[in-house]
């Protein structure tokens, strides 16, 4: 089935830095990506999401691009705040489920 | 206010007892999910079910057991022959065929003492 590999962390960065976390998938067919986000003790949220080649999800200031050339949707954002402050999690469609990356803790600091 | 509600937020139970798990939706999905999370690891898919009375097994159903009776419900129960059930636990739900876009609940933390 699909999976999805995504940089492990934890990632510590600096308020303005410039924030990216790698995500590749293996995939047969073109399936449907995401990026979901968890604060401390809560649900995941959906942050993005692109559903076919060259889509750009964004959201929050946070961008994605589906790039099927290189079976990648790696996440950026050009100048993080504490708020970003949680763990980032890539997904993609795996015959009517989701499969995970392992997920990636970001700490934003003053 | 459409979404998924899960109870409760904390549940202590003690070794040896089975546990249920709440999880119900008012978004008229189809298909809902449950999955557990332990500490810095992704979510791994417990039981998944795309119409009522139906559901499958996913990557780690053994001792768990899930119940799909009605539409907008489908509690979880932790069995005494789960070895390790102190997890943080999250149910989703999403509409089938919409790409998978999963919604999610806010969690319960199951602590087994």
């Known amino acids: 089935g699909n999976s999805v590999t995504q940089m492990e962390g934890p990632v510590t960065l600096s308020e303005e830095a410039f924030l990216t976390i790698n995500c590749t998938y293996t995939?047969?067919?073109?399936?449907?990506l995401f990026w979901y986000v968890q604060y401390p003790g809560e649900g995941l949220q959906l942050l993005l999401k692109?559903?076919?080649?060259?889509d750009k999800g964004s959201n929050k200031g946070f961008e994605a691009t589906y790039r099927k050339e290189t079976t990648s949707f790696h996440l950026e954002k050009g100048s993080v705040q504490v708020s970003d402050s949680a763990v980032y999690f890539c997904?993609?469609?795996?015959?009517?489920?989701?499969?995970f990356g392992a997920g990636t803790t970001v700490t934003v600091r003053a | 206010d459409g979404g998924i509600t899960q109870s409760p937020k904390y549940l202590f139970r003690k070794e040896g007892q089975n546990v249920t798990l709440s999880c119900e939706q008012n978004?008229?999905?189809?298909?809902m999910y449950w999955y557990r999370q332990d500490p810095g690891q992704g979510l791994r898919l417990i039981y998944y079910?795309?119409?009522?009375?139906?559901?499958q097994k996913g990557d780690i159903a053994e001792g768990y057991s899930v119940s799909r009776e009605k539409k907008e419900s489908f509690p979880l129960t932790v069995t005494s022959a789960q070895k390790n059930p102190t997890a943080f636990y999250l149910c989703?739900?999403?509409?089938?065929?919409?790409?998978?876009?999963?919604?999610f609940g806010p969690g319960t933390r199951l602590t087994v003492l």
């Open positions: 989703a739900s999403s509409i089938l065929g919409l790409h998978n876009e999963q919604f």
């Open positions: 995939a047969t067919g073109y399936p449907s």
């Open positions: 692109a559903t076919k080649a060259d």
């Open positions: 997904a993609c469609d795996n015959d009517y489920k989701l499969s």
């Open positions: 978004l008229n999905h189809d298909a």
């Open positions: 079910s795309q119409i009522v009375n139906d559901f």
